[in-house]
């Protein structure tokens, strides 16, 4: 039992480390639980840093949710055939229409 947790802690670090500002947030997060600063004296002040955190954290999943996804996107298409990203264009334009 306790091998199958400590290979997920050890598969949640090396996923964080590939998510850098992902890592980052939930540290913050971390902080604010733990009150590391010792500026939330009131609930309201620690609900706001709460909600501040998830906010920025949230936008952030969903920046490298994107990231992820263009990138994949642009392997995909590399791997297509008949896909030419470099190179001259052989086209020489539209003619023009006979009047």
Not at 28 to 43: I, M, P, S, T, Y
Not at 55 to 81: C, F, I, P, T
């Amino acid at each position: 039992m306790k091998t199958k947790q400590l290979e997920q802690v050890e598969s949640l670090e090396s996923r964080l480390n590939r998510h850098p500002q992902l890592r980052d947030r939930i540290d913050a997060l971390l902080r604010a639980v733990e009150d590391a600063g010792g500026d939330l004296e009131k609930a309201d002040a620690a609900e706001r840093r709460m909600i501040e955190e998830l906010r920025q954290m949230g936008n952030e999943a969903l920046h490298a949710w994107a990231q992820r996804k263009l990138e994949k996107g642009v392997a995909k298409l590399d791997k297509a055939a008949g896909i030419c990203r470099e190179g001259k264009k052989n086209s020489t334009g539209i003619r023009p229409s006979e009047k």
